[in-house]
């Protein structure tokens, strides 16, 4: 079973600022099954990145995904208030098919 | 625009049945789209639970760790699907999202449910 883990646990920023949220996975994935999803207190998840570095339709594109071997790394160029949130990454595994979800990264308001 | 919205007890009982339905609104049950439920315990992370393509109620997948206990299922006539999950515990306190998945992501949400075990 291939297991996701995000890092930093919780990121505190400020607006404006830049962050960088990391997911590693414990062995190879394709960049064509990780995907990136924002939550919001109360709110159901929304995906953000699909295919390590695509966006999703309506997302700005201060949003961007990479990958550098088994981690990926979703990037917020220039922080916004509606920006904090909790992140998840997630990847499909084909065979037997499921998806699996990092246990996510807190971005909060310094 | 297409919706998602959840439906059932918010209550079960422990080793009871907890039967969900997801009414879709704005899209057809009947596309190419995988129909997927992922829960989410209080203050704690995603579980993907499963997922049903329309074709074929045996063309399904579930979470190894829940594959005993979950049926899913599609309606065409009423374009909705279902969630069973039997024997719940306390563990099975969730909110449960259903999920229009494909192309290997989980592209649009319903509201969640919040459905409790206790007796």
């Known amino acids: 079973e291939i297991v996701l883990t995000q890092s930093p646990g919780t990121l505190s920023l400020s607006p404006g600022e830049r962050a960088t949220l990391s997911c590693r996975a414990s062995q190879g994935v394709s960049s064509t099954y990780l995907a990136w999803y924002q939550q919001k207190p109360g709110q159901a998840p929304r995906l953000l990145i699909y295919g390590a570095s695509n966006r999703a339709t309506g997302i700005p594109d201060r949003f961007s995904g990479s990958r550098s071997g088994t981690d990926f790394t979703l990037t917020i160029s220039r922080l916004e208030p509606e920006d904090f949130a909790v992140y998840y990454c997630?990847?499909?595994?084909?065979?037997?098919?499921?998806?699996?979800f990092g246990q996510g990264t807190k971005l909060d308001i310094k | 625009q297409v919706q998602l919205q959840e439906s059932g007890p918010g209550l079960v009982k422990p080793s009871g049945t907890l039967s969900l339905t997801c009414a879709v609104s704005?899209?057809?049950?009947?596309?190419?789209?995988?129909w997927t439920w992922v829960r989410q315990s209080p203050g704690k992370g995603l579980e993907w639970i499963g997922e049903?393509?329309?074709?074929?109620?045996?063309?399904?997948n579930y979470n190894p760790s829940l594959k005993s206990r979950v049926t899913m299922s599609v309606d065409r006539s009423k374009n909705q699907s279902s969630l069973k999950l039997t024997s719940v515990t306390a563990a099975d306190t969730a909110v449960y999202y259903c999920?229009?998945?494909?192309?290997?992501?989980?592209?649009?949400w319903g509201q969640g449910t919040l459905v409790t075990v206790s007796s």
């Open positions: 997630q990847q499909y595994h084909s065979s037997p098919p499921m998806y699996t």
């Open positions: 999920v229009r998945g494909g192309s290997y992501s989980l592209g649009f």
């Open positions: 049903i393509h329309h074709y074929a109620s045996s063309n399904s």
């Open positions: 704005g899209d057809s049950i009947s596309g190419s789209d995988w």
